[in-house]
Nanobody
């Protein structure tokens, strides 16, 4: 059974940075797809960034050039480096992992608040 645990959220001023980490218990190699999603109050949960086992990545237009997703198979982690944060980045950020046989796993979420 795979479990995902996010960390690294918090309060940051506009223009600041945060690094989110998703720790994978079980084998990260079994998760061919991993992504970060976010959900603001009253809004849907949307994709922020994703990464496949071949290293290919995808980003939402709103975060391109500011966020970077990486995966470390040795450390069993997927990280999201967030720079130049804006108030509109405020949301609960969730880690997601999927296997090739369509098993789908979610973490509990971590709050990111961008405010002065």
């Amino acid at each position: 059974q795979v479990q995902l645990v996010e960390s690294g959220g918090g309060l940051v001023q506009p223009g600041g940075s945060l690094r989110l980490s998703c720790a994978v218990s079980g084998s990260i190699v079994s998760l061919y797809y991993m992504g970060w999603y976010r959900q603001a109050p009253g809004k849907s949960r949307d994709l922020v960034a994703s990464i496949f086992t071949d290293g290919s990545t995808n980003y939402a237009d709103a975060v391109k050039g500011r966020f970077t997703i990486t995966r470390d198979n040795a450390e069993n982690t997927v990280n999201l480096q967030m720079l130049s944060l804006k108030p509109e980045d405020t949301a609960v950020y969730y880690c997601n992992g999927r296997t090739r046989n369509f098993a789908d796993y979610w973490g509990q979420g971590t709050q990111v608040t961008v405010s002065s």
